[in-house]
Each structure stands twice: as structure tokens, then as C-alpha cells.
């Protein structure tokens, strides 16, 4: 389970960075930032957070929801930064990626002196960062961040579902899924899948 251990040895304020949607053929990419006070933050919270591929969508949902209470209260600083499909596309996954990660860190109220950044690779930043693997499941701040992106992108593809019925955005989230495909080949690509991706060329191209 995460926990403080390397946020303590931190000094200042620090934040956790973990993203959702590198993946999928659709969508944007979204990255969360988040600041927890060590010092306020109830622990009945803190026993909540985890990895968000570990826990239930109603889950995440609810933890989220207590995230953002926590906001409202002045305990928790939360972030969310998104690169588009067109960015994606001309940029490519990785440096798209990174850029939600600039946007999410420039969202928080307070600018943190430390961010703790899940993966073996750091984003331009305006502060000075550490690559966590796995940090999602080690830092209490990664693992804040990474239920805020998914959450928050989950409820953008939600959104795509009600624009483009019939691709069950809603149900596979942009990922490669057999029904994702079918529905594909179907109905066509639209404007929010990403071109770059080799499964959506290969499409567009008649592959």
C-alpha cells in the first residue's frame, strides 16, 4: 500500500503526477497533480488511496469525490491537465503526455517545490521532480493523482459516448478492445481517435 515515506524525505511542498489514457486509440490524454497536507489529511482517507487500476470505477468515483472534499476544506490541492487528440497526433504520446503534466502541475494554487512523477521518465517541470515506478502504488500523493486523471478522463469518455453513440466510449474508454474495433469498422473513425496510432492508420488506410 502507498504511504508518506517519500514524501518525508522531501523538503517543502510536494506534489504527485501520474497520468491515464496513454494507451487507447481515443481521447485525450490526462494527467492529474495532486498536494496532500500530511499533517491534516484524515486517515481514513489516506487508508483509501491506491492505485486506481486496483480499485472498482464506483470506488474511484467515491474516492475522488473525497478528494475533492478535501479540497474544499483546504487539506488537498488537486491539478488536471489534459493534451488533445491534435496534440497527441502531432507531438506524439509520450511528449503529449508530458505536457498534461505541465498543465496539471500549473493548475495546483500552490507552486510545489518537489513532484514525485509515476514512471522512469520526468516532464519539462518548474520544479525539481523524481521518476517513481510504480509510485502509484508507493507514494500516497502518485496515488491521489493517478484516481483524480482516471476519474476525471473516464468522465470525458462518458461524454464522447453521449457525442458519438455506438463505440461504447463509455465502456472500454478509448482502449483497444475487440468491440472498439468493430464498432470501428462500422461506423468509421472520428475526430477523436488518434491518427498516430498504428491500429487507427492502419484503418484509415484501408489495412
Sequence with gaps: MPDF?????LSGIVC???????GPWAGPVVAGAVILDRARLDPALARTLDDSKKLSKARREAVFAALREGASAGTIEIGIGSASVAEIDHLNILRATFLAM???????????????????ALPPLPCKAT?????????????AASIAAKVTRDALMA?????HPGYGFARHAGYGTKAHREALLRLGVTPHHRRSFAPIHNILCGG
Excluded at 504527485?16 to 496513454?22: F, S, T, V
Excluded at 502509484?136 to 500523493?141: P, T
Design 102 to 120: 505541465g498543465r496539471a502541475v500549473s493548475a495546483l494554487a500552490s507552486a510545489p517545490d518537489h513532484a514525485l512523477v509515476d514512471g522512469n
Design 16 to 22: 504527485g503526477i501520474d497520468e491515464a489514457g496513454r
Design 159 to 163: 461524454d464522447l459516448e453521449h457525442a
Design 131 to 143: 521518476a517513481v515506478v510504480k509510485g502509484d502504488q508507493r507514494s500516497l500523493s502518485i496515488a
Design 5 to 9: 515515506a517519500l514524501e518525508t524525505g
